[in-house]
């Protein structure tokens, strides 16, 4: 069955660096879109990033614009997401998904804070 396993999410203070992978398997990876969102509390999920299957075709949030990079590798099946800069409203759990298989990970937390 598809699985998206999130990790290398934790407590960063501002300005700081995290990189969150997202393992996949159970699918066909090298030829699927993948997402990153993330979900704040009280507030919407929202689209962070995408990259397509060849990486040929990446986009960001205005909110993380020039901060985060989007990156994926198919040998491994995972993507990753580099966040540098790290601003209190980046605080959120972030996950990984695909969307035309319209599977989700579980989410890993971030939080930015002094």
């Known amino acids: 069955q598809v699985q998206l396993v999130e990790s290398g999410g934790g407590l960063v203070q501002p300005g700081g660096s995290l990189r969150l992978s997202c393992a996949a398997s159970?699918?066909?990876?090298?030829?699927?879109?993948m997402h990153w969102y993330r979900q704040s509390p009280g507030k919407e999920r929202e689209l962070v990033a995408y990259i397509s299957p060849a990486s040929v075709n990446k986009n960001y949030a205005d909110s993380v614009k020039g901060r985060f990079t989007i990156s994926r590798d198919n040998a491994k099946n995972t993507v990753y997401l580099q966040m540098k800069n790290l601003k209190f409203d980046d605080t959120a759990v972030y996950y990984c998904?695909?969307?035309?298989?319209?599977?989700w990970g579980q989410g890993t937390p971030v939080t930015v804070s002094s």
């Open positions: 998904y695909a969307p035309r298989l319209g599977s």
């Open positions: 159970g699918f066909t990876f090298s030829s699927y879109t």
